[in-house]
Nanobody, 123 residues
Framework: QVHLLESGGGLVQAGGSLRLSCAVS????????VGWFRQAPGKEREFVAG????????EYADSVKGRFTISRDNAKNTGFLQMTRLKPEDTAIYYC????????????????WGQGTQVTVSS
């Protein structure tokens, strides 16, 4: 059974940094694009960032460009989201997902999702 496990969330002050990890098991990890999404209370889930299977292509939501960096380590079946200059509006549950490609990620056509990790940014 495919399993995605996020970690690294927590409480941080505005301007701080966090690094999220997404450990993937039972999936040919290097054949899938990996993405991060977030959902704040009362809001719909939104795309945050995605990285192609090779790691050479990345995409970001406008709200996080220049502050967040997505990456992956195919040898360790793990994806990462480095978040810097965090803002209170970044507060949300962050989910990782795997899909056939970046287009599928952006279209929310991911078959595999993690359970999420809470990120809270205090002002």
């Amino acid at each position: 059974q495919v399993h995605l496990l996020e970690s690294g969330g927590g409480l941080v002050q505005a301007g701080g940094s966090l690094r999220l990890s997404c450990a993937v098991s039972s999936l040919p990890f290097s054949g899938y694009a990996v993405g991060w999404f977030r959902q704040a209370p009362g809001k719909e889930r939104e795309f945050v960032a995605g990285v192609s299977w090779s790691g050479t292509t990345t995409e970001y939501a406008d709200s996080v460009k220049g502050r967040f960096t997505i990456s992956r380590d195919n040898a360790k079946n793990t994806g990462f989201l480095q978040m810097t200059r965090l803002k209170p509006e970044d507060t949300a549950i962050y989910y990782c997902a795997a899909a056939a490609g970046l287009w599928e990620l952006r279209q929310f056509q991911s078959h595999y999702w993690g359970q999420g990790t809470q990120v809270t940014v205090s002002s």
